[in-house]
């Protein structure tokens, strides 16, 4: 049976394009979308799930998006929310880019036999970056494997993570605040919750998914009491996991000023110091200075939404209990070193003499330390500690390290760098501009069929692939995603993760 129904009048008129007759037609609670197909997988882009976020919504938690009378052209994607320059990252998206970005993308199988497992993509970027519009994060390839793909904007830089307090003066006493783009992220969640039935979805087996900031919005939705219930599955790319958040109106765990102060000392840099004066100031000028992600700008505790730190709600079983997935790249920030003044390269700054001998002796001497430290303390010790207490919360848990390079990998980095599996996952090796072999392509292959299995089921594993260890029935053993393709060892490098854990113990 046909998802959709085919259009067949001669041509709908529409704004601001014409439509052609024969694009698949559905109808959302805001009305009729009109999207497009291939044949195999409809698309239905640049969908609004909240109100824009403008005039007097700016530093508002999102609305309800409003209805529309005309079938709505659902062919292109919408503006990408305001940020700086990418920099190529190739998760950005498409120019234009406006504060009125609240928009999804839909990809879904045009034949089914029942509803089908729903993934929503949570895009990285440091909370300053990125975009659900990117080709990279097209949906149409895993749609062919039988799930509904959606991919969501939300607000980054200061237009998402910031507090004042003129705007804290304004707000009820039971509003959220500061934290505006992990309340898009869950108004996304909820329209998809509402709609998902219209694409062919079922809205009561549904996959978070995201990479890097991504991935800790993930982890984030994990302890976050209004999020329980939106999704049945998690995956975790690269999403830290030892981070601290800044409380709005506290100083943070380590002891940085809160959001609300940090938003103050902003303010007076533009003489702003009413809430109005803070709505009128020209949206490229919240972009300078940029906010830091892991220095705390961008990682908010809001009091509402997210409550308290992400380790902490997990060691105390308080996390969602879905399957999980999490892992990390082998190289991840390979150009990172921890002499570096940066919040990353501060992150050794407590080690004690000794500590720093051990880790020194673990790594092979100071150059192995200075290229693998930052990587460990930040991602892969901290993936590690979340699958063992997640485990240990008794929840389904798979591990896995990603350490697939092609030939063609431009970068000196001695492994896969931060973000480089995002085009395996959704099997979209042509968008990533430089050739790509035939074992790029099984690897690809393999991660998206993993996914979409697990998404379907809560378990990765299928015929016709090696297994992949659940970690609470095989302690301290992942897949390791390799140029050889996927096998299940043990942790590599465990010796380094347990000087990283005792570390950790120890200062916090």
Not at 265 to 275: I, K, M, P, S, Y
Request: proline share 9%; net charge negative; hydrophobic share 40%.
């Amino acid at each position: 049976m046909s998802l959709v129904s085919l259009f067949l009048a001669a041509v709908l008129v529409m704004t601001p394009s014409v439509v052609e007759p024969l694009h698949p037609r559905l109808t959302v609670e805001q009305g009729v979308l009109i999207g497009r197909t291939d044949g195999a997988v409809a698309s239905f882009k640049g969908v609004p799930y909240a109100a824009p976020p403008v005039g007097p919504l700016r530093w508002r938690a999102p609305q309800r998006a409003g209805a529309w009378s005309q079938p709505r052209d659902a062919g292109q994607v919408g503006a990408i929310c305001i940020q700086p320059p990418s920099g190529g990252d190739p998760g950005v998206g498409p120019l234009p880019m406006s504060e009125d970005c609240l928009t999804l993308n839909v990809w879904t199988p045009e034949q089914r036999d029942g509803p089908r497992p729903v993934m929503v993509w949570i895009h990285g970027g440091g909370f300053n970056n990125g975009s659900g519009t990117a080709a990279l994060y097209d949906g149409t390839n895993l749609a062919r494997r039988g799930v509904v793909v959606v991919t969501i904007n939300y607000r980054v830089g200061r237009l998402g993570f910031f507090d004042h307090p003129a705007l804290a003066a304004e707000r009820d006493p039971d509003e959220p605040g500061g934290n505006y783009g992990m309340l898009d992220i869950v108004a996304a969640l909820e329209w998809v919750r509402d709609n998902a039935a219209a694409f062919g979805g079922d809205a009561g087996n549904v996959t978070v998914f995201g990479e890097s900031a991504g991935g800790a919005a993930v982890t984030r939705l994990m302890i976050a009491p209004g999020a329980r219930g939106l999704f049945h599955r998690a995956v975790v790319q690269s999403g830290l996991g030892r981070d601290s958040g800044v409380p709005l109106d506290a100083p943070s765990a380590v002891g940085g000023p809160s959001l609300r102060d940090r938003g103050l000392a902003f303010a007076r840099t533009v003489g702003a110091t009413t809430a109005a004066d803070l709505r009128a100031i020209p949206a490229e000028a919240l972009l300078r200075p940029a906010p830091s992600f892991y220095g705390g700008d961008n990682l908010v505790i809001d009091g509402r939404l997210v409550t308290g730190d992400v380790e902490a709600a997990f060691a105390a079983g308080r996390e969602a209990p879905v399957p999980l997935i999490i892992g990390t790249n082998s190289a991840e920030f390979w150009w990172i070193r921890p002499s570096e003044i940066s919040p990353y390269g501060a992150i050794d700054d407590a080690l004690t003499s000794q500590e720093r001998v051990d880790l020194y002796a673990a790594y092979g001497g100071e150059d192995g330390y200075r290229a693998h430290v930052v990587s460990d303390l930040a991602f892969n010790e901290p993936a590690r500690h979340l699958a063992r207490l997640h485990a240990a919360n008794g929840h389904p848990t798979y591990l896995y390290r990603f350490d697939v390079v092609p030939d063609s990998n431009p970068e000196p980095s001695g492994g896969a760098t931060h973000a480089s599996e995002r085009p395996y996952v959704f099997d979209n090796l042509h968008t990533v501009g430089r050739p790509m072999g035939a074992r790029d392509e099984r690897a690809a292959k393999a991660m998206a069929d993993y996914w979409t299995t697990f998404a379907a089921t809560g378990d990765p594993n299928g015929e016709g692939r090696p297994v992949w260890p659940e970690f609470g029935a095989e302690r301290d053993r992942l897949l390791e995603f390799t140029n050889d393709g996927p096998a299940a060892r043990p942790i590599p490098f465990a010796d380094r993760l347990d000087l990283i854990e005792a570390y950790y113990a120890r200062v916090r």
